[in-house]
């Protein structure tokens, strides 16, 4: 089973999926942008170098990201339970903040053709609120992405979940400021974990 951990920063993915980890050997865990050796050198160039990139090139570095850690790091697990933090959803909607023109299908379709027409089998996504969000990103260090703002980072948000209610993706909601335990007793449920 292939499994999407969405949200925007600071919510929380990666704190659940290291719990997961701790109580399932088999589960394969990866992430977005970055996994792979290719993806390493995209996640800098969109994340880290002072390079300015248009709106489409950034989109297709991100899909190039994607296809590549699709075929080397998702396709040959798929018969495990698959974990990626971040995927598509959170590709689309970057997108589609950055340049609300952009059409959606089209954007699902590139999507689709990036992950060999193979979409995640559930979604689980995590909504903060701005209090939250300006709290936990406070302490951290800020990428290039980040440091547009906390507005932008709540459209991004608003984006995802637009996008997650309009396409046919088992999915949950969780409310990021819940308590780590009650988050992780529910994801155990969602994705039928002991």
Not at 71 to 79: G, R, W
């Amino acid at each position: 089973m292939f499994v999407l951990f969405e949200g925007i920063d600071t919510t929380g993915k990666s704190t659940q999926i290291e719990k997961l980890k701790s109580i399932n050997a088999d589960m394969k865990t990866t992430f977005e942008p970055g996994a792979t050796e290719l993806g390493k050198e995209i996640r800098a160039i969109l994340l880290e170098k002072e390079l300015k990139t248009g709106q489409k090139a950034e989109l297709l570095l991100f899909l190039a990201d994607r296809a590549e850690h699709y075929e080397k790091i998702i396709a040959p697990n798929i018969d495990k339970l698959v974990i990626s933090d971040r995927g598509f959803l959170s590709g689309i909607a970057y997108a589609l903040t950055n340049n609300p023109k952009f059409d959606l299908n089209f954007l699902v379709e590139m999507n689709r053709f990036a992950l060999g027409g193979k979409l995640p089998d559930k979604i689980v996504f995590f909504k903060t609120t701005k209090e939250l969000l300006i709290s936990r990103i406070k302490t951290k260090q800020h990428d290039k992405i980040e440091s547009r703002g906390i507005e932008y980072l709540l459209s991004v948000q608003e984006n995802m979940e637009k996008i997650l209610k309009s396409i046919n993706i088992e999915h949950i909601i969780l409310d990021a400021d819940e308590s780590i335990e009650r988050l992780n007793a529910k994801i155990k449920k969602f994705l039928n974990l002991s």
